[in-house]
């Protein structure tokens, strides 16, 4: 079982991306899926967690800003991220979560990708 993060780059402030999650070796559709994101000497924080049913839940700082979505058929996870600020910066990663709905909580997913770098310059 695998996921794979992608999309990541460098971008100026106000721009966009959009990171992708491919999930190989079993399906993840009956998965509640997450990102997260750990900048340089911090804590791996939430992002935004999707349901398997397509609930979404958001942290505060993106709210607005980022869009999770999943395309079940393609076993692949989305987050496009709109209006990236300088503090966006950080490694995101993506993660399936034991249970079928969105959660926030580090402790409740059970397989992790192995990161994107997001930069965004001022």
């Known amino acids: 079982v695998q996921l794979q993060a992608s999309g990541g780059g460098l971008v100026q402030a106000g721009g966009s991306l959009r990171l992708s999650c491919a999930a190989s070796g079993r399906t993840f559709s009956n998965n509640g899926m997450g990102w997260f994101r750990q900048a340089p000497g911090k804590e791996r924080e939430f992002v935004a967690s999707?349901?398997?049913?397509?609930?979404?839940i958001y942290a505060d700082s993106v709210k607005g800003r980022f869009t999770i979505s999943r395309d079940v058929y393609k076993n692949t996870m989305y987050l496009q991220m709109n209006t990236l600020k300088p503090e966006d910066t950080a490694v995101y990663y993506c993660a399936a979560a034991r249970s079928s709905s969105a959660t926030s909580q580090v402790s409740n997913y059970r397989s992790w990708g192995q990161g994107t770098q997001v930069t965004v310059s001022s």
């Open positions: 999707i349901s398997w049913k397509s609930d979404t």
